[in-house]
Nanobody
Framework: QVQLVESGGGLVQPGGSLRLACAASGSIGSINYMRWYRQAPGKQRELVAAITYSGRKDYSDSVKGRFTISGDYAKNTVYLPMNSLQPEDTAVYYC???????????????WGRGTPVTVSS
């Protein structure tokens, strides 16, 4: 019903920047919010940033001031420009969307497959 595809990950040096994107497709009636999570090997998945349809944004303390989340709900796409990347930011980044499929009443929670980000010299 709803599919998410992340892109923009890769290898970057400390202090560098990357811009992640997540495009939602499928039979989408509406989107409530879009979020970015990340998971490093051996660690729990953590929320990085979130944006609601109304534009309210939330960030984890570890990325606040360095990452910026933005959304283009007309395109069902969310972005995560990441600046001043550190080795600790190395993880697989996942897109998470709360969406209501067309013809459905209940909201669903959907995940992408993830895009890896590696910060290393």
């Amino acid at each position: 019903q709803v599919q998410l595809v992340e892109s923009g990950g890769g290898l970057v040096q400390p202090g560098g920047s990357l811009r992640l994107a997540c495009a939602a497709s499928g039979s989408i009636g509406s989107i409530n919010y879009m979020r970015w999570y990340r998971q490093a090997p051996g660690k729990q998945r953590e929320l990085v940033a979130a944006i609601t349809y109304s534009g309210r944004k939330d960030y984890s303390d570890s990325v606040k001031g360095r990452f910026t989340i933005s959304g283009d709900y007309a395109k069902n796409t969310v972005y995560l420009p990441m600046n001043s990347l550190q080795p600790e930011d190395t993880a697989v980044y996942y897109c998470n969307v709360a969406a209501r499929p067309s013809g459905h009443i209940i909201w669903g929670n959907y995940w992408g497959r993830g895009t890896p980000v590696t910060v290393s010299s």
